[in-house]
């Protein structure tokens, strides 16, 4: 079945890049997104790519997917204390963006001073 | 900025009791979903809702599981008899159409099955 897979924790120093590496299975995914979740706090959509691009930019946000190899990678520049938080990999293989959504673990990121 | 609400917060709840949590999704929003997240575990797709019916449903979902909109604003999780394993935070989320990219989540209940 279907599985995205990503570590579960990442530390940083501020002001360093963070770079949050996922994989997943379904060759048939046709959105990818970057979800952040605060303490306390949802589901916070980030960003996301389609299937057919390889990279999307978004002020600090770099997505990068290698279709070939299933994988999906956040960059986040010049990492900032705000950025703590869990962010999670997820993917949809539907016919529509309205389509069930398939998450990974999430990656914990913290920043150290 | 338009925000999906749920509430409670957070519900503790005897084993065999039903439980209703409840949502207010974004007001000109067609698609309604649940998720779930038990402790540790991944996000968990539960069920999606458009047009006043189920549209996919998971495994999960099963007999003990519905969804309702009783009104034009609400959207409503019904687990009729709380096992233990029910324990985990409720995520509701809603998107406005097909071509809305993402949803919109809610904070989430915690639910608590003692």
């Known amino acids: 079945g279907e599985d995205v897979e990503q570590s579960l924790f990442l530390s940083v120093r501020e002001g360093d890049s963070s770079v949050i590496n996922c994989t997943y299975t379904d060759s048939s995914s046709t959105y990818l997104y970057w979800y952040k979740q605060e303490p306390g706090a949802g589901l916070q959509l980030l960003t996301y790519i389609f299937s057919n691009m390889d990279m999307k930019q978004d002020q600090r946000l770099t997505v990068l997917l290698n279709k070939k190899d299933k994988h999906l990678s956040l960059r986040i520049a010049d990492t900032q204390t705000g950025d703590s938080a869990i962010y999670f990999c997820a993917e949809s293989s539907g016919y529509s963006s309205a389509s069930k959504i398939i998450f990974g673990s999430g990656t914990r990121l913290s920043i150290r001073p | 900025e338009p925000e999906v609400t749920q509430t409670p917060s957070h519900q503790v709840t005897q084993m065999g009791q039903e439980v209703i949590l409840r949502c207010v999704p974004i007001?000109?929003?067609?698609?309604f979903y649940w998720y779930r997240q038990i402790l540790g575990q991944k996000v968990e797709f539960l069920v999606s809702?458009?047009?006043?019916?189920?549209?996919?449903k998971s495994e999960i979902f099963d007999d003990q599981f519905s969804v309702e909109r009783p009104d034009g604003s609400n959207f409503t999780l019904k687990i009729r008899s709380t096992k233990l394993e029910d324990s985990a935070m409720y995520f509701c989320?809603?998107?406005?159409?097909?071509?809305?990219?993402?949803?919109?989540f809610g904070s989430g209940t915690r639910l608590t099955v003692v």
């Open positions: 989320a809603s998107s406005a159409d097909r071509d809305s990219y993402g949803y919109t």
């Open positions: 007001s000109n929003h067609l698609y």
């Open positions: 809702f458009y047009n006043n019916e189920i549209s996919e």
